[in-house]
């Protein structure tokens, strides 16, 4: 009586994925068609994740190049902070990778004072 319920349990574990937590630097972010940040963690392990949302935006300035992308503003970089990201299907809204890739998705990324 329990396996059919153990079964159905197993197959919906792919399905529910918690964001991961990391904290580190940040050290670069930006883009043209996607904005993005990167982390670096104490153990000098780098992350990189997409921003989709405005999660992102008082880290980014666009740059005066006349090409409309953004890069990090200067006084972040450096900067600890507390990075929550999801790896998700794209969905077409990063552009590059194909519709059904998984790709890094920051969820909050806050500054530790």
Known sequence: MKRPYLFAVLLALPQVVL?????????????????????????GKE??????????????EEDNDGYGGHSLKKK?????????YKIERNRD??????RDDRVEIVKQLTIVK
């Open 19 to 43: 964001a991961t937590t990391i904290s580190g630097k940040l050290i670069g972010g930006g883009g043209s068609d996607n904005n993005g940040v990167i982390i670096r963690t104490a153990d």
């Open 93 to 98: 809204r990063i552009a590059g990778p194909h």
């Open 76 to 84: 972040f970089k450096g900067t600890k902070v507390i990075l929550e």
């Open 47 to 60: 992350v990189s994740a997409y921003c989709v949302t405005d999660v992102c935006n008082q880290f980014l």
